[in-house]
């Protein structure tokens, strides 16, 4: 367990309407990191940090923001959210003491109607 | 950027058979690492294996760089293993590629 938590764990909201999703850390690791999941696709990256105020984009970015102002959280948040954004996102963080090994939170399933 | 292709899509076992589940990249990584995901959705990381052989359990792992594969052995299967296995590699140093599964159903 390498202490993340995603909040909300469910969401249901219209087209068009803004959505932030929260991912929490309590053990001060500096990367983060939003992925979407869909049928037939896997995994894939939306953004990133590896710092705080520092970002960058994944390979599937269009549509989505994110930002970290503290250590412990990365938000992402979807300015006027479509029905192709209806996905479960995760949220995953590089441990400082494992470099090279990726953990994730419990997820979001999002449903854009 | 890389691709990641795993294989079989879907694998049916009964308890206790024995499976392999291949994990073929298109170009050399410098990390390789296998997922399992449960059927409540949780991932969670099973080994981290960017070379050679490593062993946990019922569960081990071998990458051969030079050939852009990897395998994953599950041996003597439980219920308990069923859902997605993923494998997935770094490019450029900080961002996984994933692939997109296999999916395991053990039946008693």
């Known amino acids: 367990d390498a202490g993340i938590t995603q909040s909300p764990r469910h969401k249901v909201t219209e087209t068009g309407t803004p959505v932030t999703l929260r991912c929490h850390q309590t053990?001060?690791?500096?990367?983060m990191y939003w992925y979407r999941q869909d049928p037939g696709h896997g995994l894939r990256l939306i953004h990133y940090?590896?710092?705080?105020?520092?970002?960058d984009k994944g390979e599937v970015s269009d549509g989505y923001s994110v930002s970290r102002s503290k250590t412990e959280d990365f938000l992402l948040t979807l300015e006027s959210a479509t029905s192709s954004q209806t996905s479960v996102y995760f949220c995953?963080?590089?441990?400082?003491?494992?470099?090279?090994?990726?953990?994730f939170g419990p997820g979001t399933r999002l449903t854009v109607l | 950027g890389i691709q990641v292709e795993q294989s079989p899509p879907d694998l049916i076992l009964q308890e206790g058979a024995n499976s392999t589940l291949r994990c073929n990249f298109s170009?050399?990584?410098?990390?390789l690492q296998w997922f399992h995901q449960n059927p409540w959705g949780q991932l969670i990381n099973l080994f981290y294996?960017?070379?050679g052989t490593k062993q946990n359990g019922r569960l081990s792992a071998t990458t051969v760089a030079t050939e852009r594969y990897s395998l994953l052995y599950i041996s003597s299967s439980q219920t308990t293993d069923s859902g997605v296995y993923f494998c997935?590699?770094?490019?450029?140093?900080?961002?996984?590629?994933f692939g997109t599964g296999t999916r395991l159903q053990v039946f008693p």
């Open positions: 995953a963080i590089t441990s400082d003491r494992a470099p090279d090994t990726q953990y």
């Open positions: 053990e001060n690791h500096r990367y």
């Open positions: 940090s590896y710092g705080v105020k520092d970002t």
């Open positions: 170009d050399s990584v410098n990390n």
């Open positions: 294996i960017p070379s």
């Open positions: 997935a590699a770094y490019y450029n140093t900080d961002k996984l590629i």
